[in-house]
């Protein structure tokens, strides 16, 4: 835990941490201790508080505690920790035990936003995420005194969330770190009039879970989100939209940067030609028809106009019936690397907290995924991203 008032937060992960089984060793800098005290992190804990290295000198704390631990997570990590923790620094317990760890760490930053946005500040978190650390985005909104920007810690219960997920995951490495991923989740709705739209069912759960789990394996995330009611993904950039055309404006000013786009969202096949200019009233004389014009067609725009040679392209297939037929047709029209095809109606896929799939490859692969939670349905397709040559993988 690093010296930042953001450390009062902290108290709240640990008090989650705990609560949900597992064991916490606290470890803080000597200048941590200052906002929020020894006996408070005791207490949440239930074990005594390890704060120097010349304390119980015999077990060799300093290397003992990074060798057992099954995940290091440092918050708050100011601007100071995390410049030592990019050139091995070691001047007390804390980052002794970075450089003794042999398992996951998790990074979850707060401080102003100057120091955020340093150019020293953002080499050392490339460092970072370039050697496997997982480090968050921090979350945008009020600072200490009257300062508002990027360097807020994020909420105890998205860091907890992003630890699960990296805990989840084992010894296995942050395969994404260092890569950029744009995603998109969520329902376009278009509008009739100022009160009316079409749209559709998505609750953006299955964008969202990819948004998380691509954190947790080391991405920096953009997530282009459309209608959405659900909490961010802690360290996510997230862009807000309303429309397909939106959608479209939005993912094709960040793509350049993109080494995977994955198409999670339901975008509208299209969209009313006009759009009235106040509510529509009833005549008494039946309702006018709404004439319908075709939406621009993102995933084919991104797969057949790629910015890049070796970016990855993803897209979803939300189907009825046939469902693998309609989704190797659509597969081979849009020219994207992967087609995740799923079966969507009543009480299936949209809002709810689980989903199943076929993952169709440009190569001819088809990879069943079975039902289960939609972070798991997420993991495996970054697992089949990772896999693919353009990403630096080697396919199955």
């Not at 907890?160 to 260092?178: I, K, M, S, T, Y």
């Not at 953009?222 to 802690?234: C, D, E, K, M």
């Amino acid at each position: 835990m690093g010296a930042g008032i953001a450390a009062y937060k902290v108290c709240e992960l640990l008090r989650r941490l705990t609560e949900s089984g597992h064991s916490v060793q606290v470890v803080p800098t000597a200048d941590a201790l200052r906002f929020v005290g020894e006996p408070t992190w005791a207490a949440l804990s239930g074990r005594p508080v390890a704060a120097g290295v010349w304390e119980s000198v015999h077990e060799v704390p300093h290397v003992r505690i990074g060798r057992r631990a099954d995940l290091v997570l440092v918050a708050p990590a100011t601007a100071d920790l995390l410049a030592k923790a990019a050139n091995g620094l070691a001047d007390d317990l804390l980052t002794n035990t970075l450089l003794t760890a042999r398992c996951p760490v998790v990074f979850a930053p707060a401080m102003h936003t100057e120091m955020w946005e340093h150019p020293a500040t953002r080499a050392n978190v490339a460092t970072l995420r370039s050697r496997g650390a997982v480090v968050i985005d921090p979350a945008v909104g009020r600072l200490t005194g009257a300062d508002t920007g990027p360097g807020r810690l994020p909420e105890p219960d998205d860091v907890f969330a992003v630890a699960q997920r990296v805990l989840a995951r084992g010894d296995l490495p942050a395969d994404l770190a260092g890569r950029h991923i744009l995603i998109t989740a969520g329902g376009t709705r278009e509008p009739i009039d100022p009160v009316r739209f079409i749209g559709n069912r998505s609750s953006g759960r299955q964008g969202y879970a990819l948004a998380a789990t691509a954190l947790a394996r080391g991405a920096r995330v953009t997530l282009v989100s459309a209608n959405v009611f659900l909490s961010a993904p802690a360290g996510a950039e997230v862009v807000s939209v309303g429309s397909a055309r939106e959608m479209r404006e939005a993912v094709l000013a960040r793509r350049g940067t993109a080494d995977a786009v994955v198409m999670a969202a339901a975008v509208a096949d299209f969209r009313p030609a006009e759009t009235a200019a106040g509510k529509i009233k009833k005549t008494g004389d039946g309702p006018a028809p709404v004439e319908l014009a075709e939406n621009p067609d993102i995933l084919l725009e991104l797969a057949t106009e790629r910015t890049r040679p070796d970016q990855v392209v993803v897209g979803f297939a939300a189907e009825t019936d046939d469902v693998l037929a309609n989704g190797r047709a659509k597969l081979k029209r849009k020219g994207c690397d992967l087609l995740v095809v799923n079966q969507v109606g009543e009480g299936r896929a949209f809002g709810t907290e689980d989903n199943q799939a076929v993952v169709l490859g440009a190569d001819g692969s088809a990879t069943e995924i079975p039902n289960g939670p939609k972070e798991d349905l997420a993991d495996r397709v970054w697992d089949l991203v990772a896999r693919q040559t353009a990403f630096g993988g080697t396919p199955l």
